[in-house]
């Protein structure tokens, strides 16, 4: 079962969960009197994907060979996209052995074994795909058209407001949260930085947004660790908010297209309405914090070592940051910024690559694909090889059409007319990429001979780390040292 703001939209009070759930409980009874029913339901997702939970459960199970039959209301339940619909219908659940029916469609895969479902069916799935896009554009619409009236559309109100109960619309102040925020800017006002706040609270054991949402029931979301904490970006996120001096901004991001990523919107294009609620914080002191801002500047970073964003603290499971200053190292932040002592202060970047590299080592030796490593090393050192050779061969050939080139154009200089020297550099150029490319020939020819003499090994270990190793092999690794290292590999 599912159900979808685009169906509250639609006002179709079949699509209701309630309704949905008589319909296919009346046929499993009628046609599966013995069967064991299980109930899957989304309520509140759209079909144009699978990231849903209920979903997801179920396409668990029938990994699992737990189901199966299926049963929905009709295709548009299940899913909406009508080529990810027809590979499941056409590939994936007879594979599987799974039925699969669509009771208001009249569909029963059962009735397809071994051909392809009716032109009608996968007419039907098509006008889902597209009536889903079309509904999408007007709920856009419906939705702008609600943010330029002024009304707030947010699904949480900002941290120190609340929703109206009589007009879901409008803010109002939440007291005990707008003192924190007060403290917040006071603080930052003070002088102090964003992550020195972050520490105050934290030592004082300040509830952070998350944790006071999760005990108000608006959020059901935990940290993995179990451990709230103020996080530095969080200050800044709350300081830079123009809703704290009384400002409703809102179309800040989108989705271009229908199953798109957000995407960040230019400021040019927000829906912005001033003075729309009553201000937490005097809208001066608000100002003059965002010039403080502006005299900061930017700081953009660039690193491209292979271990950046794999690395996890073992005590607050935060990704480690790498400082590349003096010897490169990786730290966590929450050290500093939150008092844990337990958090990595310093393991260097130099030896977390050596522990990795020969646990690496150690893990394809019992995977026993060492050969099959080597073999891909061989194929792309040869073909590295083969491409050289071709370079070479052009250029050579290029060589000699030059020189001849050149004789001729001195035939011409001798008969009274031209310059023999026209392509003289050209010819020089040429000479110089052919020394360039038979000395990185040889190089290649050295490489090969050395991987056929590993041939003979029993064990070929991998040297360096690469982003493609790492893809391939690692799922998750926790630090607590340079020597203490935790790694869970893909399955």
Known sequence: MRLSKEDEFSHVESNSITMQRMLLRAYAQEHFPDAEVIEFADDGYTGTNFERPGVQSLLEQVKDLRINCIIVKDFSRFARDYIELGSYLEQIFPFMGVRFISVNDGYDSADYKGSVADLDVNFKNLLNDLYSKDLSVKVKASLRSIKEQGNFVGSEAPFGYRKDPENRHRLLIEEDEAKVVRRIFSMYEGGMSS??????????????????????????????????????????????NRAYRGDLVQGTIECRTLRGKKKAVDP??????????????EPELFDRIQERFSRRGTWHRSDGHVL???????????ILRHCTKGHPYYWCAAKNQNGLTGCVARAEDFFLEEVLTLRLQEHIMELGESRRLLEAEKDAARKKLDELRTKCRETERAIAENREKRMQNYERYVLGGGSFDADADEGKRLAELLKELKGQLRAAEDEVLRLEKEAGYEVFGVKKLTPELMDEYFEEIVVRAEDDVEIAWKK
Request: hydrophobic share 40%; glycine share 8%.
């Open 195 to 240: 992550v020195q706040i972050a520490k105050v609270l934290n030592e004082e054991g300040v509830k952070t947004p998350a944790q006071v949402r999760v005990e108000k029931g608006l959020r059901t979301f935990h940290p993995k660790n179990g451990i709230y904490l103020w996080q530095h970006t969080v200050i800044v996120r709350m300081l830079k």
């Open 268 to 281: 040019e294009h927000w829906i912005v309405m001033e003075n729309h609620h009553e201000p937490i914080i």
């Open 308 to 318: 950046v964003g794999w690395l996890k603290c073992g005590c607050c499971g935060r």
